[in-house]
């Protein structure tokens, strides 16, 4: 093994002590915690040389890789199990908004998907936005939204604001 290997590129290592609490810069690693990686594929030297620790032929000796999930020609498990369920091709994701968060953020005016992604109440601007009637609202407000609950759009136009919904593209 040669020296840079071994930690000891500038010299012998030093022997550290134990450092005060405060020394932070003499501070040493536990003996084992740091190994060396396995150097696959370099040849006699390593210690791991010719066939690089996969053994000699083989399937998995060879450089191609199996699909994830293939069990050597069985039928995988995931085919075998049976499947369950639908999804609907159709369905359309909001982000909800409630109208209580609304007056926690304290916007005002006129809102719009823009000032809801600044003010973190949902994440992503191109997105459907549902405004949901959860919690109170005193001031009044116009928002742009693409879905309004029947609760919101009462408590919103009770209060003296308005709600405008966007135009799908």
Known sequence: MDRKRRGEAFG???NKTAAAPGNR?????????KTNPKRIGQGPGSGMGKTSTRGS?????????MKR?????????HKRLPKRGFTNNFSVEYQPVNLGAL?????????GPVELVAKKLIK???GKIKL???????????ITVDSVSASAKEKVEKAGGKVILREAP
């Open 12 to 14: 012998k290592p030093r």
């Open 25 to 33: 810069n003499e501070i040493s690693v536990p003996k084992g915690a």
């Open 57 to 65: 032929k083989g399937q998995r000796a060879r450089a191609s890789s």
């Open 69 to 77: 999930g293939f069990e050597g020609g069985q039928m995988p498990l």
């Open 103 to 111: 007056e926690k953020s304290g916007l005002s005016g006129s809102i």
């Open 124 to 126: 992503k601007s191109e």
């Open 132 to 142: 949901l009637g959860g919690g109170e609202i005193q001031k009044a407000i116009q």
